[in-house]
């Protein structure tokens, strides 16, 4: 056998080998689906229309995605007593109240098991596990006792979406950091995580790594899949295997030690206390009930005002699970209280007291005024469910806003301050003097920051120019000359947007500063100047989409020109009075 026939036969076998790994090894993984609560559809149709008519067309597109069928995956695995059950991730079916799981025969048709009862979650590892019907008889993968090292090769499986369908997937790559530790993942206190190169996707969450060994499915389970860096090339993450042994085993012997509300509270007014947390330390304080009762305001709100990092963080969360946004962005929305600059403020807590909607317990925050909080008890955990400064919404507000338009008090729908969502705003308009009557034109370009607006404008009109030629160095009488003066420079604007649906009507004040006909310096001339102008106005504007709101504004300018140079040394100030129509379009969103 020549080299090139022993190349083509070593490559055969390896192919085979990866067949004969790969095609039983889907006898063990499956695709999981969560089954919403009729309450949590209808809660998140009323979000979509709300986003919908706020101009976030793209989260509403998101939630629309998600409300077809949202999927991950999982693994089947036999605990101590002999029960089949299927691992997954928390996140996978955190709002469902039972889940579906189909697995893919190896002659291509599916086997599917219903209402599967979700047996137990952890929210600090982001794992849960559901209960296989008794009649359930094909084998499941077993875990690795010891930890992997730095370079082992390692395999990825699971059902990644392909057009929002699901599509089997066996990647493979390596253990690149055995031991990371990424606080705003996994707490270190708890675990480390596993940082791997093994190909994963949006639907391999809750799937298993798995490295060869020999055992009737020719792999060990070593972790679960859980993260992916987005930012970086593949770089992917999992839950140790061990950790979640640990918890599965607990559960079923039930030696899990359950948390008391004192200990639980204690937690979290550790985590408020502590300037290096993030807010997303606080998520898995949120209770589904509170994201019912505030998601949607705190998510608006996110999206309007808060850091760029944090909306990045939250809507990147939201694009892949709109619940687990809403979620963060009400835990930002806490955070924030216990923030003081760049300081975090002490907190300290009374002891829990019973009521009949959960425990109530009040939080002190360095001198601020104590926050009323209420926990009930949810997947097993204490979970906030009302928060004193955060407001919830009207009731029966979401249902009635397709009878009635939402009318802003102020600046605030719902309880939430309306900013403009718009990070560039540019128009072009008509500008008439009253004094010459020749009209003229203005373009301005802006930046905005909330209520505050910077840029530059362009400005052309006819102005009715008075020079004394007697006291100029040429000499002669005072003429009126209608000169074109265009003016370059600075402008800066105060805004007040107030949101009536997707429409937001804008009052506003301008102040500009620049120089006219700072080219134009010939004797016939004389008409360089300084240049100062004051106005308002009212812009109106439809947001089109979460990039696009083209709009319309009136507004009202007064400018001086002021002689500049020493060639019309004898002007003087001159004011006109004009109004400003134009046409604009405002660009890329928050």
């Known amino acids: 056998m020549n080299a090139n026939k022993k190349y083509v036969v070593c490559s055969l076998l390896i192919l085979l080998a990866t067949y004969v790994f790969a095609a039983p090894l889907r006898n063990y993984v499956c695709i999981v689906r969560g089954n919403l609560a009729k309450d949590s559809t209808k809660f998140l149709e009323e979000i979509k229309d709300d986003l919908n008519d706020r101009g976030y067309s793209r989260y509403a597109k998101e939630i629309e995605a998600y409300l077809k069928g949202s999927f991950g995956s999982g693994f089947v695995f036999y605990a101590s007593d002999k029960k089949p059950y299927v691992i997954t991730n928390r996140h996978v079916v955190h709002k469902a109240e039972t889940a579906n799981v ?95 190169s093994a190909q994963v996707d949006g639907g391999n969450s809750g799937g298993p790594l798995l490295i060869t060994a020999n055992t009737e499915s020719g792999y060990h389970v070593v972790g679960i899949n859980t993260w992916k860096a987005y930012m970086r090339e593949s770089t992917n993450f999992s839950i140790p295997a061990k950790v979640v042994s640990d918890f599965v085993e607990q559960t079923v012997k039930n030696t899990k030690k359950k948390i008391s509300i004192d200990e639980r509270v204690k937690q979290f007014v550790k985590a408020t206390s502590n300037k290096d947390e993030l807010f997303t330390a606080l998520g898995k304080y949120v209770s589904n009930e509170m994201i019912s009762k505030v998601g949607k305001n705190s998510f608006t709100t996110v999206l309007a005002i808060a850091p760029s990092d944090v909306r990045s963080t939250v809507a990147g969360i939201f694009a892949y699970d709109p619940i687990e946004g809403l979620r963060y962005a009400t835990a930002y929305q806490i955070w924030k209280e216990f923030q003081d600059g760049e300081t975090t403020l002490k907190t300290e807590a009374s002891s829990a007291e019973e009521s009949t909607n959960g425990t109530k317990v009040t939080l002190t925050i360095g001198d601020k005024e104590p926050i009323e909080t209420l926990w009930i008890e949810e997947q097993g955990n204490w979970r906030l469910v009302e928060f004193s400064t955060i407001k919830q919404a009207e009731k029966g507000k979401s249902s009635e806003k397709k009878k009635t338009s939402k009318k802003s008090s102020g600046a605030k729908i719902d309880g939430v301050e309306v900013i403009d969502q718009y990070r560039m705003h540019i128009s072009l308009g008509l500008l008439y003097p009253f004094e010459s009557k020749k009209p003229g034109f203005d373009f301005s370009i802006v930046g905005s920051w909330h209520y505050v607006a910077f840029g530059a404008f362009v400005q052309m009109q006819k102005v009715n120019i008075l020079v004394d030629l007697n006291n100029s160095i040429w000499g002669g009488p005072i003429v009126e000359r209608l000169t074109s003066m265009t ?46 102008g004051a106005g308002c106005g009212l812009a109106f504007s439809f947001n089109a989409s979460e990039t696009v709101a083209p709009f319309v504004t009136v507004g009202y300018m007064h400018s001086i020109y002021k002689g500049l140079l020493s060639s019309n040394s004898g002007a003087m100030a001159e004011h006109t009075n004009a109004i400003i129509a134009s046409v604009g379009v405002k660009l890329i969103e928050r």
């Open 487 to 532: 003016t370059l420079g600075p402008i800066l604007r105060v805004q007040v947007p107030v949101s009536f649906n997707r429409f937001t009507l804008m009052p506003y004040g301008d102040v500009r500063a620049g120089f006219s006909n700072i080219w134009t310096m010939t004797k016939d001339e004389k008409s360089t100047r300084f240049y100062i």
């Open 102 to 196: 189909q697995f893919e025969n190896e002659d291509g048709s599916t086997s599917e098991y219903k209402e599967l009862k979700i047996v137990a979650i952890d929210e600090d590892i982001d794992v849960a596990f559901l209960a296989l019907p008794e009649t359930y008889t094909r084998p499941g993968l077993t875990f690795r006792e010891s930890a992997v090292s730095d370079g082992e090769e390692v395999w990825s499986a699971g059902f990644p979406g392909l057009g929002n369908e699901p599509m089997w997937q066996l990647g493979k790559g390596s253990v690149t950091n055995a031991r990371a530790k990424i606080k705003e993942l996994l707490n270190p206190d708890i675990s480390t995580i596993i940082q791997h």
